[in-house]
C-alpha cells in the first residue's frame, strides 16, 4: 500500500515538475505610420493613389506575395516600396506578366535593405495593361521556436499629374 | 483502509490538478496554436495575390485629360444615399460617390464637392464603416479650403487613403472590388454621356481601355457564389465582360459600336440607384 502510494507522490510530483509550455516571443519591427510618411515623401510629387501594406511574419521559407496593379496607358507611375519595417532584406521585381508567363518582361528588380526605400517609375511612352508587383521575403535566420519574427512592407503607388 | 482513502484523495486531487494544469496547457495550448493558425492565414491571406485597383480621382483624371466638359446632370443626385438598400449596392455606390466627388474637384465645383463628401460619409455609414472617417475634421477641412482645388483634393485623397485602410485592415478584397466597380460604372457613364464630336476619338480610346479593366473586378470572387444578389450582379458583369470581348473581334471600332456595351452599363447603374429608393 505504501508503495503504491509512494509511487502516485512520485508520479504527481514528476507531473508538476514538468515546466508550463511558454508563449513564443513576438518581435514585431513594422512602423507603419512612419513607414507611411517617408513612403509618402517619396512618392512626391506624384499624386497619391494607393497604399498597401503588406504585413509579414518570417518564416523557415521564403515567401511572395503577387499585387496586381491595372494601368492606364499613357499615365506615368511612380511606385515606392519602404522596407523600413523589415528584420530582413526584401527583393523587388516588377514584371509586364505573370512571372510564369514565358512572355514576362522584367521592368525593375532590386533589393531593398531594413532602412531602405526603393522606388521605380514607369517611363513616359512605356505602355501595359497591367503590371505585377513581387515581393519576396527571404526565411528566417533565426531558428527559435520561441521567437516569431515579424515585419512589414508599406508599398505606395502615385501617378504623374499632368 | 483510512490511509487508502487518503491516498485516494490525493491521486484524484494530484490528478484533477494535472488535469486542470493540463487542460490549462491544452486551452494555452490550444490558443497558441489557434493564435499561430490565425497568424498564419493571416499571412497566407496577405501574401495572397491582390489587385490595386484604381482610384476614381485617378479615373476621372484620365477622362479628364480627354476633354471632357462638366455636366451637372450626368452625375449622382447627392440625396440617392439616404434611403437604404443592400451592403453590396451601397459599396458600389460608396465607389460611385468617390468619383462623382473627384469629378465636381477637378471640374472646381466646391460647393457640390461638399456635397459629395457628406453623401460619402453617409454611404460609409449604411455600408457599415461606422466611425471610420473622422467626419468631423474631414469637413472642417473641407469648408475651411473650400475654394483651394490642392486642399480639397487633398481631403479626397484622405477619404481614399481611409477606405484603403479599412479594406486592408478587415481584408475585405470584395469590397475593395465593389468599390471600384462603382467607379468603374460612374466614370464609363460620365464619359459616355459627355464626349464631343472634337474628342471622340480620344474618348472612344479611354473607353475601350476602361471596359478592360471590368476584368479585375472579379478576381475576389472567385470563390464566391454564396449570395444571390452578388451571383445576379456577377451573371450581369460576365454578360457585359462578353459583350466587349465581342467589341475585340472587330477590325475597327466606332463610337455606335459601344452602344450595347453602354446600354448594359446604363442598366446595371440604374438598377443599383432604383434599389436605394
Known amino acids: ?162 | 483502509m483510512r490511509k487508502t482513502v487518503l491516498a485516494a484523495i490525493t491521486l484524484t486531487l494530484v490528478l484533477a490538478s494535472c488535469g486542470e494544469s493540463g487542460s490549462n496547457n491544452t486551452d494555452s495550448m490550444g490558443v497558441e496554436e489557434t493564435q499561430s493558425a490565425a497568424n498564419q492565414e493571416q499571412v497566407d491571406a496577405e501574401m495572397a495575390t491582390e489587385v490595386l485597383y484604381p482610384s476614381p480621382l485617378q479615373i476621372i483624371s484620365v477622362f479628364q485629360r480627354s476633354g471632357l466638359q462638366y455636366n451637372e446632370g450626368l452625375i449622382l443626385p447627392s440625396g440617392a444615399e439616404a434611403e437604404g438598400g443592400s451592403r453590396i449596392n451601397n459599396t458600389i455606390l460608396l465607389g460611385a460617390f468617390s468619383t462623382d466627388l473627384a469629378y465636381c474637384i477637378l471640374n472646381d465645383q466646391s460647393n457640390r464637392s461638399l456635397e459629395y463628401l457628406h453623401a460619402i460619409n453617409t454611404t460609409a455609414d449604411n455600408v457599415g464603416i461606422r466611425g471610420f472617417f473622422n467626419a468631423e475634421e474631414m469637413f472642417a477641412r473641407a469648408e475651411k479650403n473650400i475654394s483651394n482645388r490642392d486642399s480639397i483634393l487633398e481631403v479626397a485623397a484622405n477619404v481614399q487613403e481611409q477606405l484603403d485602410t479599412y479594406i486592408e485592415d478587415s481584408h475585405d478584397y470584395e469590397s475593395a472590388a465593389l468599390l471600384f466597380l462603382g467607379a468603374w460604372l460612374e466614370s464609363y457613364h460620365i464619359a459616355y454621356e459627355s464626349f464631343s464630336k472634337d474628342n471622340e476619338q480620344v474618348v472612344l480610346h479611354r473607353m475601350m481601355e476602361h471596359l478592360r479593366m471590368l476584368n479585375y473586378v472579379f478576381e475576389p470572387f472567385k470563390n464566391n457564389t454564396d449570395n444571390l444578389d452578388l451571383k445576379e450582379l456577377l451573371t450581369s458583369l460576365e454578360n457585359l465582360k462578353n459583350s466587349y470581348a465581342s467589341l475585340l473581334e472587330k477590325e475597327a471600332i466606332e463610337v455606335t459600336d459601344l452602344m450595347p456595351v453602354s446600354a448594359e452599363i446604363e442598366k446595371i447603374r440604374s438598377s443599383i440607384i432604383a434599389s436605394q429608393n
Open chain 1, 1 to 162: 500500500m505504501k508503495k503504491i502510494l509512494l509511487f502516485v507522490v512520485a508520479i504527481s510530483l514528476g507531473l508538476a515538475m514538468i515546466p508550463p509550455t511558454k508563449a513564443p516571443k513576438i518581435e514585431d519591427s513594422c512602423k507603419k505610420e512612419t513607414q507611411i510618411l517617408n513612403g509618402k515623401e517619396k512618392l512626391s510629387p506624384f499624386r497619391y493613389e494607393k497604399i498597401k501594406t503588406v504585413a509579414i511574419t518570417m518564416k523557415e521559407y521564403a515567401q511572395l506575395k503577387e499585387i496586381i496593379i491595372p494601368i492606364y496607358q499613357e499615365q506615368q507611375y511612380r511606385f515606392v516600396f519602404n522596407a523600413e519595417g523589415m528584420p530582413a532584406d526584401i527583393e523587388v521585381e516588377i514584371t509586364d506578366r505573370p512571372r510564369d508567363n514565358k512572355k514576362a518582361v522584367v521592368l525593375y528588380s532590386g533589393k531593398a535593405g531594413t532602412a531602405e526605400s526603393i522606388m521605380h517609375e514607369t517611363a513616359e511612352g512605356e505602355f501595359y495593361r497591367e503590371v505585377y508587383v513581387y515581393l519576396k521575403i527571404p526565411p528566417t535566420e533565426i531558428f527559435d521556436p520561441e521567437l516569431i519574427q515579424k515585419g512589414c512592407v508599406v508599398f505606395l503607388t502615385g501617378y504623374k499629374v499632368f
